[in-house]
């Protein structure tokens, strides 16, 4: 995609990544502005932030810590053009060789996501009373970490 790109986040970020939140979960409504900006000032000052732009504006973002994806997210008119993949792939890259997630069971599109991207589901969690989570795990194969 011309114009994209991937950068650490910066705290000014907060504020996109907290529309992006709320914007891709519509059940979390209660949730309110500012508490959505207090969790992605949280994500940014404890884990690692990745965001994609487009144009310079963010687009995306992924969040991950301890081995666990916590926020993957990209603007819904943005889908569909590498940033998730471009996001993931930076992640993987730099984690231990495992990462874990939760997505919603209902959610087939996130799923089918990962899965291309190497992710086996492994069970439903309870994370949710409203809503069922499946839990998903890549694991570094042998030969993607090597430089053959």
């Known amino acids: 995609m011309r114009g994209a790109g991937i950068r650490q986040a910066r705290p000014s970020d907060a504020p996109a990544l907290a529309r992006l939140y709320l914007s891709e979960r519509p059940g979390l409504d209660w949730l309110g502005p500012e508490t959505a900006l207090a969790l992605a000032e949280t994500l940014i000052d404890r884990h690692m932030v990745r965001v994609a732009t487009v144009e310079r504006a ?6 991950w810590g301890d ?3 916590r926020h993957l997210f990209i603007d819904p008119a943005l889908r569909g053009q590498g940033l998730g993949t471009r996001l993931l792939v930076e992640a993987k890259a730099v984690s231990d060789g495992r990462l874990l997630l939760h997505v919603p069971a209902s959610n087939h599109r996130a799923r089918a996501f990962y899965r291309r ?3 086996r589901e ?3 969690v309870a994370e949710d009373e409203q809503e069922a989570f499946i839990r998903l795990c890549w694991v570094r194969e042998e030969q993607e970490g090597s430089k053959s």
Do not use: L, P, R, T
Not at 58 to 63: D, K, Q, R
């Open 117 to 119: 991207h190497g992710f």
């Open 122 to 124: 492994e069970g439903s």
């Open 58 to 63: 963010v687009a995306g973002y992924i969040g």
């Open 67 to 69: 081995g666990v994806v």
